[in-house]
């Protein structure tokens, strides 16, 4: 197993202090917040709004939150109803989903393969020209995303666990989606970003990638799990546990929080993750992630430029053990509080910003796949703060979910006999 050097979080926190300014704020940027965010906001409420929260079962850890409505916010005294359909099954283990212009969709399945589907549900031969990955664990193939351009270039990206000398890490690459004759292929493929360090483990590769509407591409990693490992989240000089955000051929941009810095990795976006799985952009083209916690304590983040989000110095979940997290605190100063968080979790895979017209009571709604919680997780938002969490049970694992141009919802099922499912309206049909 790769050795990790041990991290000192004070000398890390040390760091983070010493950078440049502009790691305090970019320009053009907001500027940075108080060192503990919140303590003066009251969740607005409505007749729209019920008085029982969504989650009732007993928390995990315990703690109490800082904020109004950051966690067991109540869901909406009326239930939305949708019908459920399956169009597609028959995937490996599919991970992501992405639609194509024509209404096609292209899936990865986690054992190295992508494939693309069909409108009529019919899956595609594996694409050729696709890695090699490291698929033990919670490795494998993951995101896909298309290039904002891609109509015109035809570029995909896409983010798998590489397996490298002396062990793995999350990479990100680009290709040119050729198609013929019934065929397909990723044409000129080229690695534009690894994860370093490199670690010998099968836990905690994130990773979504997330288009920002200035063409810069967002990508989220986790910090390896391991005890050993998950330190470094804290370390600026380290790639686990971070948001990214580089160019289409992998660059830094100048404008990143810690550009010209010699004590920081300058792609480094936000800081203090553990594993984010979740990323989307919402109206205001801004980034959320959603993360996985331990034992209680999975979130909902906005991260902005040079920030830390906090983990492993505070969480509000615990160890699998029942052990405390660090301290067992949830606030520290120079850590950021999630906006929301899950105690028992939900296991957050996924995170879309519903804009269609289907669902009117979802809209601008954030839309969750829950691998715990066998469903989808539908969370209203006023600014920035959420109002109202309503659970739409599916009665299975949800890797990924996405909005269909016609505003239709897709959600892909996790596990070897992977499905994609369509939700509308209960009392639309189509």
């Known amino acids: 197993m790769t050795r990790i050097r041990p991290i000192l979080l004070a000398t890390a926190a040390a760091l983070s202090l010493g950078l440049p300014a502009r790691a305090q704020e970019t320009g053009g940027a907001e500027p940075r917040p108080s060192r503990v965010e919140g303590d003066a906001f009251s969740a607005p409420s409505s007749a729209a709004d019920g008085n029982k929260p969504a989650e009732t079962q007993a928390p995990n850890a315990g703690y109490k939150p800082l904020l109004p409505n950051q966690t067991r916010a109540p869901t909406p005294s009326e239930a939305t109803k949708v019908d459920v359909a399956t169009v597609a099954q028959g995937l490996a283990s599919p991970w992501a989903l992405e639609f194509l212009p024509d209404g096609r969709m292209i899936v990865t399945e986690k054992a190295g393969k992508i494939r693309i589907v069909g409108k009529d549900g019919s899956l595609g031969q594996p694409l050729a020209g696709v ?19 891609f109509a015109s270039d035809r570029l995909v990206y896409i983010s798998y666990s590489e397996p490298r000398e002396k062990g793995n890490g999350t990479t990100v690459a680009k290709a040119k989606l050729v198609e013929s004759g019934g065929s397909g292929k990723l044409d000129g493929f080229k690695v534009i970003f690894r994860q370093m360090p490199t670690y010998d483990g099968d836990k905690h590769f994130g990773s979504r990638l997330a288009f920002a509407p200035d063409g810069k591409l967002f990508v989220t990693v986790g910090e390896r799990s391991d005890k050993q490992t998950r330190g470094q989240a804290q370390d600026l000089s380290s790639g686990l546990g971070k948001v990214f955000r580089i160019d289409t051929d992998g660059n830094a941009p100048k404008d990143n929080p810690f550009a010209g810095s010699d004590k920081a990795k300058p792609e480094i976006w936000s800081y203090g993750h553990r594993n984010v799985q979740g990323a989307a952009l919402d109206g205001q083209g801004r980034l959320w992630t959603i993360e996985h916690g331990p034992r209680g304590g999975d979130e909902l983040n906005r991260p902005r430029p040079g920030l830390n989000y906090g983990w492993p110095l505070v969480s509000y979940g615990i160890e699998y053990s029942g052990e405390k997290i660090g301290e067992g605190i949830t606030q520290a100063g120079g850590t950021v509080q999630p906006v929301y968080y899950w105690d028992p979790v939900i296991g957050p895979s996924s995170l879309v910003l519903y804009t269609g017209s289907l669902f ?5 709604a954030f839309l969750v796949g829950g691998l715990v919680s066998n469903g ?4 209203k938002l006023d600014g920035d703060k959420v109002i109202t969490e309503e659970r739409i049970p599916l009665d299975t694992r949800i890797r990924d979910v996405k909005v269909a141009p016609d505003g239709a919802i897709y959600a892909l099922t996790d596990g070897q006999d992977g499905k994609i499912l369509k939700l509308t309206p209960k009392d639309k049909q189509g």
């Open 131 to 149: 890695p090699k990955v490291d698929a033990r664990g919670q490795g494998g193939l993951l995101d896909i995303a298309l290039s904002p351009s």
């Open 360 to 364: 009117p009571a979802w809209k601008d």
């Open 376 to 379: 989808l997780v539908a969370l």
